[in-house]
Nanobody, 115 residues
């Protein structure tokens, strides 16, 4: 299983970023996918999740209306579009794979929101 996140970086408040999580080595279309984040000295928290077909999504209250999770099962990739970013969104963002019998994580990508 390979999981590669990209798209993080430094952005000003109010800006946008699009994270990508490209995968290989498993049946992507059979697994739910999620984005988590972990800020310094805080616990890892769920940001957004999407079902295996993409028909169901869920979001943390803190990102509702600003972030959108999507997936392309042909490209084996899950995305997180982040708009109107705030300093409190600063964290390492992790891609999570949740299949029926196993789960795995990516290595994370840093998102920093600062002026």
């Amino acid at each position: 299983v390979q999981v590669v996140e990209s798209g993080g970086g430094l952005v000003q408040p109010g800006g946008s970023l699009r994270l990508s999580c490209r995968t290989s080595g498993f049946s992507f279309s059979l697994c739910a996918m999620s984005w988590y984040r972990q800020a310094p000295k805080k616990e890892r928290e769920l940001v957004a999740g999407i079902s295996d077909t993409g028909g169901g999504t869920n979001y943390a209250d803190s990102v509702k209306g600003r972030f959108t999770i999507s997936r392309d099962n042909t490209e084996r990739t899950v995305y997180l579009q982040m708009n109107n970013l705030k300093p409190e969104d600063t964290a390492v963002y992790y891609c999570n794979i949740q299949c029926r019998l196993w789960a795995s994580w990516g290595q994370g990508t840093q998102v920093t929101v600062s002026s």
